[in-house]
């Protein structure tokens, strides 16, 4: 359900209030770019996506009954938007890069029948967590999750850029809990990977 913040941004909306409008659009414009390039081939489309998305808003804040957040909502229309752009202009795939034991260590056998982990992830060292803070490691936190494959980009960026929770990240995307937990895990893993191996070479 809406918070009161939330509401009282509703409500300015939806009596016309520029400015309640700008705030929104400052509030949400970027993780929507950020989120559309997931989906689309290039930033150019995904800010076409995100522009397209904004007039949905406008036109359907009035059909809007809050059963969700407002975020949730019109990160809905943003994703059925990208998807249909995306079908017309499909991003390149990218070829296989020889991580298949990488993938298969992150598959749906790591978990129970429970959901649970049969091994948990590596936890991450003071090193990296020290290293994620610089600009160049989210640089490079952005260029892997870039080459992930179109599935776990796309939740690893809803779930760990954007902070949407799993359910949302379910809906929005129409998968089942257990396949967007596999999908993480895949994703988490690959960037793992790609900033150990960097540590390492940083170590030489």
């Given at each position: 359900?809406?918070?009161?913040d939330?509401?009282?941004?509703i409500?300015?909306?939806r009596?016309g209030?520029?400015r309640?409008f700008a705030?929104l659009?400052d509030?949400?414009?970027?993780s929507?770019?950020?989120?559309a ?5 290039s ?11 904004w007039?949905g808003?406008?036109r359907?804040l009035?059909?809007f ?5 407002l975020k949730?909502w019109?990160?809905?229309?943003l994703?059925?938007?990208?998807r249909t752009?995306?079908a ?6 990218r ?8 993938d298969?260590?992150?598959g749906?056998?790591?978990?129970s029948?429970t ?5 948990p992830?590596?936890?991450?060292s003071?090193?990296?967590?020290d290293r994620?803070a ?11 999750v870039?080459?992930?494959p179109?599935s ?8 760990d ?12 995307l ?6 967007q937990?596999?999908l993480?895990h895949?994703?988490?893993t690959?960037v793992?990977s790609?900033?150990?191996e ?5 170590e030489?």
């Amino acid at each position: 359900m809406p918070d009161t913040d939330e509401e009282e941004l509703i409500s300015a909306l939806r009596a016309g209030d520029e400015r309640a409008f700008a705030e929104l659009v400052d509030r949400y414009h970027a993780s929507m770019v950020r989120v559309a390039c997931t989906f689309v081939p290039s930033r150019a489309v995904a800010e076409e996506v995100v522009q397209d998305t904004w007039l949905g808003v406008l036109r359907g804040l009035g059909r809007f009954e809050g059963r969700s957040s407002l975020k949730t909502w019109i990160f809905r229309i943003l994703v059925n938007r990208a998807r249909t752009t995306g079908a017309r202009e499909p991003r390149s795939v990218r070829l296989d890069t020889g991580d298949g034991d990488r993938d298969a260590a992150a598959g749906p056998d790591g978990f129970s029948p429970t959901g649970t982990w049969r091994e948990p992830p590596v936890v991450w060292s003071d090193e990296i967590e020290d290293r994620l803070a610089a600009p160049e490691t989210a640089a490079r936190i952005r260029e892997v999750v870039d080459e992930l494959p179109e599935s776990q980009r796309q939740v690893v960026t809803l779930r760990d850029v954007e902070g949407l929770s799993s359910s949302e990240v379910c809906d929005l995307l129409g998968i089942s809990e257990g396949n967007q937990r596999v999908l993480l895990h895949r994703a988490r893993t690959r960037v793992r990977s790609a900033l150990e191996e960097d540590v390492k070479r940083w170590e030489k």
